[in-house]
């Protein structure tokens, strides 16, 4: 058993609810142990203040295996903390140092409103997948899996793209609060596909007007979002969206202007 | 007489099935219309049945506790799943894939349920395809398969190490082109905290909205419980922080009969226990069982250096190391299923060989197949006459991140070891619960309208479940099941409603406005305010730990009759404490996740029990269920066939009083035998 040794100082946002204001509060904290993750730090801040009468800090977080994509924070300025490519619920104490200060914020995206602490709402995301982000397929009506073959390498950047877990860290990332690699993760693993086909130029439409609907901003390439991607999905979707936009859009032009005849 | 009824159809083992869907009523799609189904939970099975019934033109409400339903623990499943497709030529069918899951579950599952599970099996891997999930695929484009535990074909269809996210997006996404579409109200961020019960039919929930904490009825013809397993506990599990057994014991209160409680499962690879601030466990897939082997040191001083640090496990050579698994049990290996991996690993621990610090863990190590299987391999398409060792290394690390590289990097950043460097640690922990609710042939519990599906139910994998199969049981039970079975309920409740159609008082004008769900609705509202004004000094995590050691110590890979009873005691003696002295802080309406722990926490307290009761009347080992008084010289699971080939399903009669009922299960197609890997 690994004794704790840490001693921290936290900073962490409490607001109490979406109409509330926030604030940062300090929180000292001591006896952590380096094998901790950062959330069972959080675990062991929360003993603390409910033993002491305090209101413990809500924060999202559920299968505590970088999957599941509920976990989100700002952990000094940065979205899941400072390692690339894991969950916040993936980092542990052993990336601090004794006497570090820690600060701790929610997402913040207008699109994802603050609902408590660190917890935001992120059904947007949901909205955007259900406006395309599937195959039309009813259950029953296939045919037998191996008689669509599809070459292996395709297979493999689809899910690379179909990896995204849906936290938002790229939303709570960009400067104009972009949702563009999340979508273009979709809208890349159905594009690449040979069962995404039939929906391709709908999809992406519908899924971008959503997009927009919901008020996220637009992606000026920065690139902070790939980096700060969890789950390291590439710029290279938006690369693709886009061009699956401006082909789609072009083709819809098409059709109004020869007055629907195919239509 | 006994108050189960299995409804299993007649006829040979398989035609039930196909008999049965041709011959089960159908409702017509006007009437579907009209007909109102709650789903609870949006995990495999939730997501799958909400969006096929939605499909089929029923009007479907869905709830989850998470802030969506792509979130469900399901998510978090790694290896893959199973189908009797055959597709590697090596001998399966779909009476390989039944016979395996029988005896894996140690003769303790219905016959027909499992065959049908098999024969469905191969459906969902043309249905998920067909959706755009990416499974894994050969050179030439075709699907691949790896191996499982239990079994001695390749029948496991996967994408990397994250099958279960991949498989739940998909459900995710055609439950979301539902949502769009209009015929799926979704209601994340609720927690179903009653089923409301109506002349002893299922009529609908109370639900908690967990941001407002305001209490909202909703109203059902039918109510669908997707809900997952209870191995949260044990406070420690593979399981996610939130997953609970709370929809499912509700259920249980109101007349729905528990079914095996007892039979857990301890998956033999995760990550050892750190230290007291523990939160959760992480599992290592069990496909790495296809490259890795298992070893403890065979000396005892051996151990105890490697346990105070004074030697590495690359210093242990060869003849020193006890590669158990191989040597107990020669046929399958390190392949044998989860409850005999995991009781060998801690047979060979409680003997003294532990390797870690606490002395509860064992090696998993890829050494040898990655220079030997996959480097040499690798040098040999590359032309290279005589690698060396070191080339061997490098050429098979390759292949090895390629297949299993998420998983190595969760171990990294978890323990902070290198696992291509040194062999990882590992050792049991709560995965699976093969225990729930009971159901019959339909899915339906012992209260009509109410269905159970997925790992929620008891149904399908007896004492002990193969890997690779939840996935493939959830899916089953939602995209190929349910859509049938429930026309056999659904058309008796529309000839109930054009009988009813004058009258003003008939529920489906009612509705939420009965008598029912605003007494259900006041209890739900009590019990909240009892946790909240107990006021005490306790948080519910210092319950749930306690409660969670006696679960691990005494109803865990190992029990005995006097470990059991005196468990009994210690949990009844928690319960009243967590009543007494817990402290809730916040109020009941708004997000205050400790409240949600304590209602789930209080609902573990109960079962708790119930699961120390199942397991202490169960006289036998069979799967996970290992008493001690009850083995073989050799230390394997010694079953009685003559008093316990029977599913226990346990009736609420008041708090901790349980009368139990037996379902006797036949074994028509399989003779039953003794369960041997080796």
Redesign the interface.
């Known amino acids: ?2 004794a ?1 040794n840490m001693n921290l100082t936290l900073k962490v946002w409490r607001q ?2 979406t109409h509330s204001e926030g604030k940062l509060v300090t929180y000292p904290i001591s006896g952590i ?5 950062f ?2 730090m959080i ?2 801040l ?2 603390e203040l ?2 002491k ?4 800090v ?1 924060f ?11 976990c989100s924070m700002y952990i000094n300025g940065r979205a899941h903390g400072p390692k690339r ?2 969950t916040t619920c ?1 980092l ?1 104490m ?1 990336s601090f140092k004794d006497g570090d200060t820690i600060v701790i914020e929610p997402w913040k995206a207008k699109s994802f409103p603050i ?2 602490d660190l ?1 935001v ?3 947007a ?2 909205r955007i ?12 009506s ?5 008689n ?5 390498d395709k ?2 950047e ?2 690379e793209a ?2 995204c ?2 936290c938002g860290a790229c939303v709570a990332t960009c400067v104009n609060s972009s949702a563009m690699l999340f979508v273009s993760a979709k809208i890349s ?2 594009a690449l ?1 040979p ?2 086909q039939p929906e391709r130029n709908s999809r992406v439409l519908s899924m971008v007007e959503q997009m927009d609907h919901e008020g996220f901003g637009n992606c000026t390439n920065t690139g902070a979002c790939e980096v700060e991607c969890p789950k390291e999905i590439s710029l290279e979707n938006i690369a693709r969206m886009n061009r699956e936009f401006v082909m789609a859009s072009l083709t819809k032009k098409k059709k109004k202007n020869t007055g629907g005849g195919a239509g | 007489m006994s108050k189960l009824d299995s409804k299993i159809p007649e006829g040979q083992l398989d035609q039930k099935w196909t008999t049965y869907k041709s011959k089960v009523a159908l409702v017509n799609p006007a009437n579907k219309r009209s007909l109102e189904i709650v789903v609870v939970g949006s995990g495999l099975a939730g997501a ?1 049945a909400a ?2 019934l939605a ?1 089929m033109g029923y009007k479907v409400k869905v709830f989850c506790f ?8 399901s ?2 499943a790694q290896g893959g799943i199973n189908a009797a ?1 055959n ?1 590697q030529n090596d001998g399966d069918s779909i009476y390989r894939l039944f016979y395996d899951t029988i005896k894996g579950g140690d003769y303790r599952a219905r016959e027909a349920n499992v065959h049908r599970l098999s024969e469905v099996s ?2 969902i ?8 999930v ?10 691949s398969n790896r191996s499982f535990g239990g079994t001695q074909v390749q029948r496991t269809f996967y ?2 190490g ?1 099958t ?3 498989l739940l ?1 998909g459900a ?3 439950l ?2 539902q ?2 579409l209009g015929t799926v109200q ?1 209601f ?1 961020r609720h927690e179903m905290l009653d089923v409301v019960t109506i002349d002893g039919k299922a009529r609908g929930i109370i639900a908690r909205d967990l ?1 407002t904490g305001k209490l909202e009825r909703h109203f059902g013809h039918a109510v669908l419980l997707c809900t997952g397993g209870y191995g949260n506990v044990f406070f420690l599990s ?1 399981n ?3 997953s609970n057994v709370t929809a499912a014991w509700k259920a249980h209160k109101k007349g729905a009969f528990f079914g095996n409680p007892c039979y857990t499962q301890i998956h033999p690879t995760c990550i050892p226990v ?7 466990l ?2 290592m897939s069990e496909s790495l069982r296809n490259d890795g082997r298992i070893w403890v040191p065979k000396k005892k001083e051996d151990a105890e250096a490697l346990r105070t640090g004074k030697k590495k496990p690359n210093e242990i050579i060869e003849e020193d190391r006890d590669y158990y698994l191989e040597r107990r049990y020669p046929a399958f290996g390190n392949l044998v299923p989860r409850d005999v991996a995991s009781r060998a690993a801690k047979e060979r621990c409680d003997a003294g060989f532990g390797v870690n ?2 002395g509860h863990a064992v090696f998993l190590d890829f050494t040898f197949n990655m220079k030997e299987k996959y480097g040499r391999t690798e040098a040999t398409k590359l032309g290279i006459e005589k690698p060396t060792d070191d080339q061997l290394k490098e050429l098979g690390q390759a292949v090895v991140k390629e297949k299993y590289g998420n998983l190595f ?2 171990y990294a ?2 323990t ?1 070891v290198d696992p291509y460097e040194q062999p990882m640690m590992i050792y049991p922990a709560v995965h699976y619960t093969m225990g729930g609710l009971w159901v019959d042939y339909n899915l339906m519990t012992t209260v009509p309208g109410m269905y159970a599906l997925g790992e929620a139910n008891f149904s399908d994998h007896g004492a002990n479940r193969l890997g690779a199969s939840a996935l493939m049981q959830g899916l089953a039970d939602g ?2 099941v349910i ?1 049938y079975t429930i026309g056999a309920y659904l058309s008796a409740e529309v000839t109930r409603m054009s009988a009813e159609k004058g009258k003003t008082d008939s529920i489906d004008k009612v509705k939420t406005n009965h008598p029912e769900f605003e007494k259900s609705e006041k209890e739900v509202k009590e019990r909240i305010d009892r946790l909240l004004n107990i006021k005490g ?1 306790k ?1 519910v ?2 319950f749930h730990k306690q409660l969670g050691h006696v679960m691990w110590d005494k109803c865990g890979m190992a029990r005995n009759a006097d470990g059991l009873k005196k468990a009994i005691e210690e949990i009844r003696k928690i319960r009243a404490e967590f009543w007494k002295d817990l ?1 809730v ?2 109020s009941g309406d ?2 205050n ?2 409240l949600e722990k304590a209602g789930r926490v209080a609902d573990f307290l109960e079962l708790g029990e119930l699961m120390c009761i199942d397991a202490l009347h169960r006289n036998e080992s069979c799967g996970g269920h290992f008493r001690e008084e009850y083995q073989t010289d050799e230390g394997e699971a010694m079953r009685d066939d003559d008093n316990f080939a029977y599913a226990a399903a346990w009736e609420y009669k008041g708090e901790g009083q349980f009368e139990l009922n037996k379902e006797e299960l036949k074994f028509e197609a399989i003779k039953i035998a003794a369960r041997s890997y080796k």
């Open positions: 058993m690994s704790g109490k609810n142990s380096p094998d901790m993750s959330l069972e675990d062991v929360n003993e409910i033993n009468g305090q209101e413990p809500a999202d977080h559920d299968c505590r295996e970088g999957i599941c994509g509920m490519a894991i993936q542990h052993r609902i408590k917890v709402d992120r059904t995301f949901d997948i259900a406006k395309g982000g599937y195959i039309s397929v009813n259950t029953g296939v045919k037998d899996a191996n669509i073959p599809i070459p292996k297979v493999d689809a899910l179909a990896a877990i849906g693993q159905l596909l069962q995404g | 799958s969006a096929t499909e998470q802030d969506s339903p792509r979130r469900a623990h998510i978090a497709k597709y191969g459906n891997i043309d249905q998920c395809v067909a959706q755009g990416p499974l894994a695929r050969e050179y030439g484009g075709m699907l994408a990397a994250q279960g996210q991949q997006l995710y996404s055609a979301e082109r949502i769009g979704m994340s941001v593979t996610a922080m939130g750190s230290g007291d601030h523990q939160s959760k992480t599992l610090q606490t990097d969760m950043q978890i902070g995209y190929f859509p000094t948080s995590d210092h402290r802080l916040g708004e997000l996740t400790e």
